[in-house]
Nanobody
Framework: QVRLVESGGGLVQAGGSLRLSCTAS????????MGWFRQAPGNEREFVTA????????YQRDSVKGRFTISRDNAKNTVYLQMNSLKPEDTAVYYC??????????????????WGQGTQVTVSS
């Protein structure tokens, strides 16, 4: 089992920045990738970005390219999401996720086994 704890959400004005963190504990040696998803009210949970734990290969949705950056600190079992140039449409609950299996890509919810509790990000216009 892997436990994920997120932090760093909050309220920010459009154009501002936030940094989310997610620390994994438990059976972390089984992690192949970690990622971030988000869910706005009335919407499905959607993929934002993910990173392969060993190679560092990154996957991103088009709407966040150039604005969001995922990074990892393997020694701390922590993944970060730096969000810049935030827009009101980025408002959502952001969830950290971990995958314990190998896939050719990680741009889908089905690739992930473990989920954090979520952290609210609100961007005001």
């Amino acid at each position: 089992q892997v436990r994920l704890v997120e932090s760093g959400g909050g309220l920010v004005q459009a154009g501002g920045s936030l940094r989310l963190s997610c620390t994994a504990s438990g059976r972390t040696v089984s992690i192949y990738a970690m990622g971030w998803f988000r869910q706005a009210p009335g919407n499905e949970r959607e993929f934002v970005t993910a990173i392969r734990w060993r190679s560092g290969i990154i996957y991103q949705r088009d709407s966040v390219k150039g604005r969001f950056t995922i990074s990892r600190d393997n020694a701390k079992n922590t993944v970060y999401l730096q969000m810049n140039s935030l827009k009101p449409e980025d408002t959502a609950v952001y969830y950290c996720a971990a995958s314990s299996s190998y896939y050719t890509d990680y741009a889908a919810k089905s690739r992930f086994d473990y989920w954090g509790q979520g952290t609210q990000v609100t961007v005001s216009s």
